[in-house]
């Protein structure tokens, strides 16, 4: 949504028509960056008499998560024996100047320790990603087959 600062505003005089008032704005909005920005009004009327100084506080939030997408094959498949590689994924934020990042601080982001590639069977890999505003994804998961090795048997 686009940023208009006279919409911030109302001026009244006693006497001067509002559209003859001139308004004074110090300061910007950088809707891109998230952050506090202080905008100072001063009006002036038409005999020019100018109003105090009024400041206001505009607060660019970010209340978007960021999305995670898994990067290789899902499911991914091994044989008993090889070893898991994780194939990656990729974190995309509306402020990606101010980075995602991978939470760690309550839940681990891949939990490839807990797939045993000696044991045939389905391992789920969990990933979450988090904003540097504290905006979390949603939960998504790998999952890694790990099959038994076939043999061939030569029949004679």
Do not use: C
């Amino acid at each position: 949504m686009p940023f208009n600062i006279s919409d911030q505003y109302i001026v009244q005089d006693n006497y001067s028509d509002p559209s003859q008032i001139i308004v004074n704005t110090v300061g910007s909005v950088d809707t891109a960056t998230v952050g506090s920005y202080t905008l100072t009004y001063t009006a002036t009327d038409e005999a020019g008499n100018t109003s105090a100084p009024i400041e206001q506080t505009i607060y660019i939030i970010d209340t978007t998560p960021p999305t995670i997408t898994l990067d290789g094959a899902n499911p991914l498949t091994l044989t008993v024996g090889d070893s898991f590689t994780e194939p990656g994924y990729t974190i995309t934020d509306n402020y990606p100047t101010q980075g995602a990042i991978l939470d760690n601080s309550t839940h681990s982001i891949v939990q490839s320790d807990k797939i045993d590639t000696n044991t045939p069977g389905t391992y789920q890999v969990d990933y979450l990603a988090r904003d540097n505003n504290g905006n979390f994804s949603n939960w998504i998961s790998r999952n890694v087959i790990v099959q038994a090795q076939t043999t061939n048997a030569t029949i004679l």
